[in-house]
């Protein structure tokens, strides 16, 4: 068993560095950097994926610093069937999505021209055009940024879940113990943060690629400006007979997934249940009335609470950090 695992590292190490060498001569997007105007997307050619799990390594070094680190023990939550959800010895966890994994290999098998396949590919955040956890988060901490990039502000986040209830894959997931609802209402309020794939923001907004396009050795994503992502799955799928899913699902997603069989074929196929996201097709969520209406009430109280909770943790933390110097 250990040898196994010491070869298989030895693999990935090496696809990894392979990957990173071909991605350093891929120039990445003016979109990524700001200077257009159009949302930032990603393509997943799904035929290309080889299971390596190079950009899982890469999503967890890269991101570690944003990982929460609860404070134990966790507060008594009112009401006591308040559930605890920690991940904090379980980070090891790489099969599914979690507060410490934000992205892993779905590995599936189907039929390809009436020959059994085993297909993998990368699951994550789909990054909606109108995401519902950033439209109707009540305190402001999920928010699409201009260049199309769906984050959860940590330093905002009660772990109110809303986020999770209303996104149709359930993709944010929480860590009890650690947020701002320790500072606030302890016992009340939340009950941690919610996490899940930020697109790496910061590595975009320093014009470098997202770490686990960087380093996948068979470039299985790519990136760029939406229009282009779109019109080149068209292109791969009419070459291949292909599928896409992603672009009209939930009114559209910046993440564009292309297949060499049906999505439906994949998505029975698929294991399901907590932090493994369905591929079944996705109703436009925000298109509804009722829901539009409660996005445009949540709205300004959002901005509000997002702005009221901005200035409170920047004062706690000031206030903290003058108690430590004395």
Not at 87 to 115: C, F, H, M, Q
Request: aromatic letters at 8%; glycine letters at 8%.
């Amino acid at each position: 068993m250990k040898k196994d695992l010491s070869r298989r590292t030895f693999i990935k190490g090496g696809l990894a560095l392979a990957g990173a060498a071909a991605a350093s001569s891929i120039p990445l997007p003016s979109t990524a950097r700001g200077v257009s105007g159009e949302e930032l997307a990603t393509l997943i050619d799904i035929r290309k994926c080889i299971g390596c799990e190079a950009c899982v390594d890469a999503c967890r070094d890269v991101n570690k610093a944003k990982y929460p680190e609860p404070k134990k023990p966790f507060p008594k939550m009112y009401p006591k069937n308040v559930k605890v959800f920690d991940w904090s010895e379980r980070r090891d966890v790489r099969n599914r999505l979690t507060p410490y994994n934000w992205l892993y290999i779905e590995e599936v098998a189907v039929v390809v021209d009436g020959k059994k396949k085993t297909l993998t590919f990368p699951r994550r955040c789909m990054h909606c055009q109108n995401p519902p956890c950033a439209d109707l988060c009540p305190w402001g901490a999920a928010r699409k940024m201009k260049n199309g990039i769906t984050r959860i502000d940590a330093d905002l986040c009660i772990g109110g879940s809303k986020c999770y209830d209303v996104c149709p894959w359930h993709i944010p997931q929480r860590q009890t113990g650690v947020g701002l609802y320790l500072k606030i209402l302890p016992s009340i309020a939340g009950n941690g943060v919610m996490y899940k794939c930020d697109r790496c923001y910061n590595r975009i907004e320093e014009g470098k690629l997202p770490a686990c396009i960087e380093v996948c050795p068979e470039q299985v994503q790519k990136i760029g400006p939406r229009s282009a992502v779109i019109e080149e799955a068209h292109a791969i799928a009419k070459k291949i007979g292909g599928y896409i899913y992603g672009e009209k699902d939930n009114g559209g997603t910046n993440t564009i997934y292309v297949s060499p069989v049906p999505f439906e074929d994949l998505a029975k196929s698929i294991e399901r249940g907590p932090g493994k996201p369905h591929m079944d097709p996705v109703a436009d969520s925000m298109a509804h009335a009722d829901t539009l209406a409660k996005a445009m009430v949540v709205a300004p109280f959002a901005g509000i609470a997002a702005a009221i909770l901005r200035f409170y943790s920047s004062t706690k933390n000031l206030l903290d950090s003058e108690e430590d110097k004395t």
